[in-house]
């Protein structure tokens, strides 16, 4: 007889395998459909007969990479007009300007909120975390007039700009910040140290995690967002990748086998980032779960 403790592990081992196969299904699907033609992928999921003929309609009749080498070197219904080297480098330009910056920003902000005792800290702060709570899309209008007065429409400083102050990265520096003792930055004080050599060299160095935490969430907001980009871009040379795999559609008609494969494309970077950062990433869960108890 099976004991209550391994009864137990069974079923949550089974529950974590049904909740694994439904995750990754999808993934399965984008993979194997993005190395089928076109024409193969319109019929393959018509007149389905069960889950076991669905299954076998996943595996394409005949194998071809062309819908990825399409991407970079054209071919025939391709929208030569889609640059998407280009636009690879305009993701990763926006991306890594975005990390970079907001990592600084919200760092100092959090220091500045939680070290630095000045009149109405507090008050500005939650002023600022209330703010936030409404949709992102209710800024949209006075986003896009803003950067229009700038002259910042088909700029890269509009994708830039207006991500870098994050509320939310700033609250969760500002709590890890809180287990750090006060006591250091007295120490260091009474030792000659300014508040910017405490934020450099006692502060900096015990954030670490939560600030590649807030790197990876920064980046991956960046490279994945796709309405503002929509909004604020029109000039294709100035489009990002995610906003402009639209563009890489067929003129005449819609390619889907094309579109599947170039959307795991846009997945890579993100996926590679995640994976090398993955201990980190994991850590940041469990303080956004101890902000959050």
């Not at 137990?8 to 089974?14: Q, S």
């Not at 890594?96 to 959090?110: E, H, Q």
Request: aromatic letters at 14%; one cysteine or more; a positive charge.
């Amino acid at each position: 007889m099976m004991s209550e403790k391994n009864r137990g592990k069974l079923i949550a081992f089974l529950f974590l395998l049904i909740l694994g196969i439904c995750w990754f299904e999808p993934i399965v699907w984008l993979i194997t459909n993005s190395f089928k033609f076109d024409a193969d992928f319109i019929t393959s999921f018509a007149n389905i007969q069960g889950p076991m003929d669905y299954l076998t309609r996943l595996i394409p009749r005949e194998w071809t990479g062309s819908n990825y080498t399409e991407l970079f070197f054209g071919g025939t219904n391709v929208n030569t007009n889609a640059n998407i080297g280009l636009m690879f480098q305009n993701s990763f330009i926006v991306s890594i300007t975005v990390t970079v910056c907001t990592v600084i920003i919200t760092s100092l902000s959090a220091f500045a909120y939680e070290r630095l005792n000045f009149k109405g800290g507090d008050k500005i702060f939650w002023t600022l975390m209330y703010m936030s709570m409404f949709p992102n899309v209710v800024a949209i209008l006075p986003q896009f007039r803003i950067a229009n007065a700038l002259g910042w429409v088909n700029n890269l400083n509009a994708l830039i700009w207006p991500m870098l102050a994050g509320t939310f990265n700033i609250f969760l520096i500002r709590n890890f910040m809180k287990s750090i003792p006060k006591a250091l930055d007295e120490a260091a004080t009474i030792d000659g140290a300014s508040s910017f050599q405490v934020y450099t060299k006692i502060i900096l160095p015990s954030i670490a995690p939560v600030m590649i935490v807030v790197g990876l969430f920064a980046f991956n907001g960046a490279w994945n967002d796709y309405l503002w980009p929509r909004i604020v871009m029109t000039d294709v040379n100035n489009q990002t990748l995610t906003a402009g795999l639209r563009l890489l559609m067929g003129q005449y008609e819609q390619r889907w086998a094309h579109m599947i494969a170039s959307c795991l494309v846009s997945m890579v970077p993100p996926f590679v980032l995640y994976l090398c950062a993955q201990k980190y990433f994991l850590q940041g869960i469990s303080v956004q779960a101890g902000v959050k108890g």
